[in-house]
């Protein structure tokens, strides 16, 4: 009895043809480094390249279910490999789309975070006006509400007064209508700065204009961060609303102008910027 044939060669492999069979088979068993660009396996010609769906392309055998190597070794194709010969032609027909002038600059929305839609924008202890004016501008700004660290103090108090904007609840209170609430940290990112009210865990941003120093806060994830060296915090929100082309209301309006002025020294102090300006 003669022995079963190798089980390799029984399942997945055969030897193609010898050149003499067709100019086709020639040309599969040539090697990557002779064959011209364009002559390659794939109908589209990928011969100098070798990964991804460029090598699905270069090792694609003579029928819909091999791929052919260049020592002539058929195999089996994986899905995988399957699954990016289907959509050759769709990738190729999406490359043609693409405009052939590169002076062409696709119109693109600008980015709005999701993750801090419906969050409570909370400043740092001590609480100052860019805190407060900058929590209550972000809330208009993302459809979220503003919230305070801690008691305010008189020049904050005036502002609110001035622009007939309500005073912002503390974040003990919301957290205790809501104690998973997302959370974006305004004017602050450091951990001593923060109200111990709030789990670092459900922080989702950060919006600040100051410098990395130790204890900033961790995350066990990716969050919204926008930190800017500027010299007001409640300039990176009139930025965004200006960018965005989005009007605040003018009581928040105020608030962020008194913010701005207040945190610049009235643009006169050392981080003052043009942006600020």
């Given at each position: 009895m003669a022995p079963p044939p190798n089980k390799e060669d029984s399942s997945s492999v055969k030897r193609p043809a010898s050149p003499s069979a067709g100019s086709n088979a020639a040309s599969l068993n040539s090697s990557p480094s002779k064959r011209a660009r364009g002559t390659s396996v794939g109908s589209f010609g990928y011969g100098d390249h070798h990964g991804g769906g460029a090598e699905a392309l270069r090792l694609a055998g003579p029928d819909n279910k091999t791929k052919q190597y260049d020592e002539g070794v058929l195999r089996k194709r994986t899905q995988v490999e399957t699954d990016v010969l289907a959509r050759e032609k769709a990738a190729h027909e999406l490359a043609d789309a693409l405009p052939k002038e590169i002076s062409t600059i696709p119109t693109i929305d600008l980015f709005l975070p999701e993750a801090l839609k419906d969050a409570v924008f909370v400043g740092h202890?001590?609480?100052?006006?860019?805190?407060?004016?900058?929590?209550?501008?972000?809330?208009?700004?993302?459809?979220?509400?503003?919230?305070?660290?801690?008691?305010?103090?008189?020049?904050?108090?005036?502002?609110?007064?001035?622009?007939?904007?309500?005073?912002?609840?503390?974040?003990?209170?919301?957290?205790?209508?809501?104690?998973?609430?997302?959370?974006?940290?305004?004017?602050?990112?450091?951990?001593?700065?923060?109200?111990?009210?709030?789990?670092?865990?459900?922080?989702?941003?950060?919006?600040?204009?100051?410098?990395?120093?130790?204890?900033t806060i961790v995350t066990d994830r990716p969050i919204y961060i926008d930190i800017r060296p500027w010299g007001s915090m409640s300039t990176i929100i009139s930025h965004t609303f200006l960018t965005h082309h989005k009007r605040p209301p003018v009581g928040v309006a105020g608030m962020l102008l008194c913010a701005i002025l207040s945190d610049t020294l009235n643009l006169q102090g050392p981080t003052t910027t043009e942006w600020d300006r």
């Open positions: 202890l001590v609480t100052d006006l860019d805190s407060v004016g900058g929590a209550i501008g972000a809330a208009a700004l993302y459809n979220g509400k503003a919230a305070l660290a801690s008691d305010i103090n008189s020049e904050t108090a005036f502002a609110l007064e001035e622009w007939g904007v309500e005073k912002p609840p503390t974040i003990e209170e919301v957290l205790k209508e809501n104690p998973n609430a997302k959370i974006c940290l305004v004017d602050h990112q450091q951990t001593s700065q923060m109200n111990p009210a709030i789990n670092p865990d459900n922080v989702v941003g950060v919006i600040d204009h100051h410098a990395l120093q130790s204890k």
